[in-house]
């Protein structure tokens, strides 16, 4: 089974900054794209951030100038840096990833989620 392992999630007060990590381990062949999602409590999950084989990013637009996307191809790692944080950044953060096994059948994995509280 394919597993994300996330870490970098904690508490921090508005205005600061954390990095988020989330590799990815098991039998893969490529990744097409990985992403952050968020889920606060009683709210929708929306996506963050995502990148693309080619690089391609998209951004919420609550997240434009504050957060930055990356991925590691070789090490099948996806990071977010988050600067100037607010109170409403606060939420349950999930990695996703989808990739291509061996046989090229075509699947979406999610890490277990970790969570971001920004509070003063």
């Known amino acids: 089974q394919v597993q994300l392992v996330e870490s970098g999630g904690g508490l921090v007060q508005p205005g600061g900054s954390l990095r988020l990590s989330c590799a990815a381990a098991?039998?893969?062949?490529?990744?097409?794209?990985m992403g952050w999602y968020r889920q606060a409590p009683g709210k929708q999950r929306e996506l963050v951030a995502a990148i693309a084989s080619g690089r391609r990013t998209d951004y919420a637009d609550a997240v434009k100038g504050r957060f930055t996307i990356s991925r590691d191809n070789a090490k099948n790692t996806v990071n977010l840096q988050m600067n100037n944080l607010k109170p409403e950044d606060t939420a349950l953060y999930y990695c996703?990833?989808?990739?291509?096994?061996?046989?090229?059948?075509?699947?979406?994995?999610w890490g277990q989620g970790t969570q971001v509280t920004v509070s003063s």
């Open positions: 098991g039998s893969i062949f490529s990744i097409a794209a």
């Open positions: 996703m990833m989808t990739y291509s096994d061996y046989a090229r059948r075509v699947f979406d994995a």
